[in-house]
């Protein structure tokens, strides 16, 4: 496997390919980049499977290279800050490390790459990429005025759908407004975790307290945290099939 470097600190760039060098040697560092000129540049020249790419360079951010290249494997981003992960899984990003991070952390986002027959793990295996299987996002930023915060995917309990407002509902009952439609919060989300029930709920399977039964088929469920006053959430008739099946696998 053969990967890009992309950082403007030359110090960052031997440790990642010392780190690499342990974790996964099987990875093979063809070339590095430390401004987006330059970046824009080898990804053309440069034959790879794999971009490590920090987002602060010394003449731009690392998402002017999307706008100049045409990038089409998998991108790790690594940064010291913390207030762009959502746009890098917008661009091919299937992890987001904040610096300074560890061997582990290095080691679960290789693995997430996923790139080898058998469906077995990057660093388990030393195979030829095959195909990219989807990604799901792990973490979703949220803002509370002036502030921020990462809310993982276990957190989560629902979304639900008000009007112009997308609610993020946590198992603790904290709720958070995001400012994304409910379809693509759903493309996002692993299908084995969560289930889109109706056009304005998203549940998760953990925060299901209990679930009733009407004729005609339709199922009421019973959240934790429980829904304000007058709301109810109904499995809609259309999905009653698959919902069924979500449960029983």
Known sequence: MKAIIIEDEPLSAAE?????????PYIEVVATASSVAEAVETIDRVDHDLIF??????DGSGFDIFERADISVPVIFITAYDSY?????ENKGIDYLLKP?????????????????????????????????????????????????????????YFMADGKYLHLMTHDGKDYILD??????????????????????????????????????????????????????????????????WLNR
């Open 85 to 89: 992960a959502l746009k890098a899984f």
């Open 101 to 157: 991070f560890g061997l582990d952390d290095l080691r679960r986002a290789i693995d997430k790459l996923g790139l080898l027959s058998g469906g077995g793990s990057a660093s388990a295996e030393h195979g030829a990429p095959t195909q990219t299987p989807p990604v799901y996002q792990e973490r979703f930023l949220v803002h509370m005025g002036a502030r921020m915060k990462s809310v993982t995917t276990a957190e989560i309990a």
């Open 180 to 245: 994304r439609s409910l379809t693509d919060v759903g493309e996002k989300l692993p299908p084995n975790l969560f289930f889109r029930i109706n056009r304005r709920f998203i549940i998760s399977f953990d925060a299901i307290r209990e679930m009733i039964r009407y004729s005609g088929s339709r199922i009421k469920v019973l959240l934790n945290p429980p829904l304000a006053e007058g709301e109810e959430a109904f499995v809609s008739t259309d999905r009653v099939q698959d919902f069924r099946q």
């Open 16 to 24: 990642l390919r010392t780190s690499l060098a342990e974790v996964a």
């Open 53 to 58: 790419m920090d987002i602060h360079l010394e």
